[in-house]
C-alpha cells in the first residue's frame, strides 16, 4: 500500500519559517493536501491541490509538489501554528495520511 | 455555515456492533462525497471508508474492508458507517469528513469540512 512519511517533530522559532516535507513514490504526480491539528479538535484543511489555501486560512501557510516530497511552509511562524500537521494524498481508491509533524514553536 | 455532527459512539465489547450516524447541513449533501476517518488515542488520521454522492462508488480501508459498511440518505442529509466483527484496534474518535471538490476519474482532491467527532471504545 502507499505510504508518506513525514519528520515527526519540526520546531521554529517564532517569526521564523518552518518546512514539513511529506515524501511518498512520485507523490509530485499526485494532489497533495495538508491539515492542522491542535489538541483536542478536529483537523482543519491548510492546503489542497499542492498549492491552493481554502477561505480563511492565512497567507503564511503555503504548499509546494515536486518529485517525491511535497512541502508545507509556515512564514513567519506563530504561537497559534503549534499543532500537529498532516499531509494527505489519494491513491488508488483510496485516501492516504502521513503519519503526522508535530511543530513546536520555541 | 456547514455542519457536520457526528453520533453513535460509544463502549462496545469485541466482536459487537456500532452504527455511526452523521448529520449534514449548511451545503448540498447530495452533491458531496463523503468520508469516514478515525484516529486512535494519541495516533495518527486513519482513513476507512468513502462514498460518492450516488452511492455509486464506495471505498474502504484493507483494516476495514469486510467488517465496517458505508451508506447515505440524500433524502435525510445523512451519512452511516455500520462497524460489524469490532476489534480492539478500532478504538478511536471517528469523524465524518466533505470531499472538497468532486473527484476527477482518477483522482479525489481532499476533505475540507469536518465534524467533533465521536468516540467509539472497543473493550471487555
Known amino acids: 500500500s502507499y505510504q508518506l512519511t513525514q519528520p515527526p517533530s519540526v520546531s521554529v522559532s517564532p517569526g521564523q519559517t518552518a518546512s514539513i516535507t511529506c515524501s511518498g513514490d512520485k507523490l509530485g504526480d499526485k494532489y497533495a493536501c495538508w491539515f492542522q491539528q491542535k489538541p483536542g479538535q478536529s483537523p482543519v484543511l491548510v492546503i489542497y491541490?499542492?498549492?491552493r489555501r481554502p477561505s480563511g486560512i492565512p497567507e503564511r501557510f503555503s504548499g509546494s509538489n515536486s518529485g517525491n516530497t511535497a512541502t508545507l511552509t509556515i512564514s513567519g511562524t506563530q504561537a497559534v501554528d503549534e499543532a500537529d500537521y498532516y499531509c494527505q494524498a489519494w491513491d488508488r481508491s483510496t485516501y492516504v495520511f502521513g503519519s503526522g509533524t508535530k511543530v513546536t514553536v520555541l | 455555515e456547514v455542519q457536520l455532527v457526528e453520533s453513535g459512539g460509544g463502549l462496545v465489547r469485541p466482536g459487537g456492533s456500532l452504527r455511526l450516524s452523521c448529520a449534514a447541513s449548511g451545503f448540498t449533501f447530495r452533491s458531496s462525497n463523503m468520508n469516514w476517518v478515525r484516529q486512535a488515542p494519541g495516533k495518527g488520521l486513519e482513513w476507512v471508508s468513502f462514498i460518492s454522492t450516488s452511492t455509486s462508488y464506495i471505498y474502504y480501508a484493507d483494516s476495514t474492508k469486510g467488517r465496517f459498511t458505508i451508506s447515505r440518505d440524500n433524502a435525510k442529509n445523512l451519512l452511516y458507517l455500520q462497524m460489524d466483527s469490532l476489534r480492539a484496534e478500532d478504538t478511536g474518535v471517528y469523524y465524518c469528513?466533505?470531499?472538497?471538490?468532486?473527484?476527477?476519474?482518477?483522482?479525489?482532491?481532499?476533505?475540507?469540512?469536518w465534524g467533533q467527532g465521536t468516540l467509539v471504545t472497543v473493550s471487555s
Open positions: 491541490q499542492n498549492t
Open positions: 469528513a466533505r470531499d472538497i471538490l468532486p473527484c476527477s476519474s482518477t483522482t479525489c482532491y481532499g476533505l475540507d469540512y
